[in-house]
């Protein structure tokens, strides 16, 4: 099984500072079908359902705004928000969609 | 509108069975694998099974196999999941979530429904 790790388990931000997060595979999630690494990140704010940030990595998903992004290759990734907004505060999690079992990291909370 | 909503979860006794349900309207239905995640109360993610949009593969995380059962009607743009010799353990929200490619392995969960509530315990 591929293992998710996440630093830190949580962090406090000021408004308009930069949010990085870091996501750690076990193994390699580069697929050598497509050259991408199978790495998404989600956003879940309390009593919501989880919403997909960033897939392949660093592709940003439709309507999620400039301020995420996504980096990193092979085992090691990161989730920057460059200036935190009061709606940036919840639960952020890393998934690999490399291989069966997937798996999340156990994410971090993002806290002002 | 694009969306998925989950149903079917309840109170039940330890070894006992649900059937989840997770209705899909607003896309192709059979383009799209899907998927069960669930979240114990104060937990984080856990992914319980993947459906090809095919429906030819199928996937169980190790804690579910051979109690749990995923399937689909493409002829009905339904999800279900069903689960029996259920465990406190099992307790969770159960998420359905739409993977933005027809296979499991190859897109990452780009919808959600808001989830059904399971809780097991006698």
């Known amino acids: 099984d591929i293992v998710m790790t996440q630093s830190p388990d949580s962090l406090a931000v000021s408004l308009g500072e930069r949010a990085t997060i870091n996501c750690k595979s076990s193994?390699?999630?580069?697929?050598?079908?497509?050259?991408?690494?199978?790495l998404a990140w989600y956003q879940q704010k309390p009593g919501q359902s989880p919403k997909l940030l960033i897939y392949?990595?660093?592709t940003r998903e439709s309507g999620v705004p400039e301020r995420f992004s996504g980096s990193g290759s092979g085992t090691d990734f990161t989730l920057t928000i460059s200036s935190l907004q009061a709606e940036d505060v919840a639960v952020y999690y890393c998934?690999?969609?490399?291989?069966?079992?997937?798996?999340f990291g156990g994410g971090t909370k993002v806290e002002i | 509108e694009v969306q998925l909503v989950e149903s079917g979860g309840g109170l039940v006794k330890p070894g006992g069975s649900l059937r989840l349900s997770c209705a899909v309207s607003?896309?192709?239905?059979?383009?799209?694998?899907l998927n069960w995640v669930r979240q114990a109360p104060g937990k984080g993610l856990e992914w319980v099974s993947s459906?090809?949009?095919?429906?030819?593969?199928?996937y169980y995380a190790a804690s579910v196999v051979g109690r749990f059962t995923i399937s689909r009607d493409n002829a009905k743009d339904s999800l279900y999941l069903q689960m029996d010799s259920l465990r406190a353990e099992d307790t969770a929200v159960y998420f359905c979530?739409?993977?933005?490619?027809?296979?499991?392995?190859?897109?990452?969960?780009?919808?959600w429904g808001q989830g059904t509530v399971v809780t097991v315990s006698s």
């Open positions: 607003g896309f192709t239905f059979s383009t799209y694998s």
């Open positions: 459906i090809s949009g095919g429906p030819t593969y199928i």
């Open positions: 979530a739409r993977g933005n490619s027809s296979s499991p392995l190859k897109g990452a969960f780009d919808l």
């Open positions: 193994q390699s999630v580069l697929s050598s079908s497509n050259n991408k690494n199978s």
């Open positions: 392949w990595a660093s």
């Open positions: 998934q690999q969609y490399y291989s069966t079992p997937l798996t």
